[in-house]
């Protein structure tokens, strides 16, 4: 289990716990950046007791995805059989672990945390952020044909040799636009997707992460990558091929690119 965590003291003991009741065999790998609330001396007293938690520390605020990524190289190289993401702030519940994991078991290679398929709620989340959540999912599945109801949601499981496929230093999206273009890019390889129905819940300590920044970033990348799935469909080209992410020089190189045949 990879939790990155940035001022999440008043969480990070109580999400570590339900964890381990619900999954008493996993390992928790936490990525703090450097938090100066003191959340990595937490999780360092905490390891005292528990050799199953483990902690790196980066210097400075450095984002969500790349937190993910470094977690998800760490935790390969270390043998992991699944990698999980998970929030700190308990906006997921631990109790839903099993049902994420049984349906990796039988044999999705992306395993989802869904509010929005049946069963899926989101109490509490004021209307705005609602239609914030559900207007930035469907503009996702609209331009880029990925067939899954919440592919903003941070609750998932996949296989490590799904990861090994998507070269991650091409993968550069922060936030939304990371988990969408993680989706993106699994549905490119012909991976096998599944959903499963979870309980969003507000925060109730701490400080949200979410920014009109994070927003912005991943609707922008989207409509970039739309635009190169659409042309590539246009020219009749088919086959996996790299999105567009922020550190290349043009969008317009990145479309050339993307077109080309493989």
């Known amino acids: 289990m990879i939790i990155p965590t940035y001022n999440e003291a008043q969480n990070i003991e109580g999400v570590t716990k339900r964890i381990f009741a619900a999954v008493p065999n996993a390992n928790i790998l936490v990525i703090d950046d450097s938090s100066p609330d003191g959340t990595a001396q937490i999780v360092r007293e905490l390891m005292k007791d528990n050799s199953s938690l483990d902690i ?3 210097s400075g605020k450095q984002g969500l995805g790349s937190a993910y990524r470094f977690g998800f190289r760490e935790a390969i190289s270390s043998g992991a ?10 906006s997921h519940e631990p109790e839903s672990l099993p049902a994420l994991l049984s349906a990796a078991d039988g044999g999705a290679d992306l395993v989802i945390g869904s509010r929005y398929i049946a069963g899926g709620r989101s109490p509490g989340l004021s209307p705005s952020r609602l239609a914030l959540s559900r207007g930035g999912n469907i503009y996702a599945n609209i331009a880029l044909g990925i067939g899954v109801r919440d592919a903003t949601s941070g609750f998932r499981v996949y296989r490590p040799d799904l990861i090994e496929k998507i ?4 993968v550069s999206a922060d ?11 699994s549905r490119l390889l012909g991976a096998t997707i599944s959903e499963v129905a ?3 819940h507000q925060r109730t300590q701490g400080v949200s992460k979410m920014s009109n920044d994070i927003v912005k970033e991943a609707m922008t990348l989207c409509t970039v990558w739309g635009v190169q799935r659409r042309v590539r469909q246009l020219k ?7 999105p567009y992410h922020k550190d290349q020089s043009s969008i317009k190189d990145a479309i050339i690119g993307a077109i080309r045949p493989n």
Request: glycine share 10%; no cysteine.
């Open 56 to 58: 790196r520390v980066r």
């Open 81 to 90: 059989t699944a990698l999980i993401e998970m929030d700190a702030d308990l």
């Open 175 to 185: 936030g939304y636009g990371f988990q969408i273009e993680m989706v993106f890019r």
């Open 236 to 242: 009749g080209l088919r086959g996996d091929f790299v």
């Open 198 to 200: 979870i309980v969003f």
């Open 167 to 170: 070269n991650l230093d091409t």
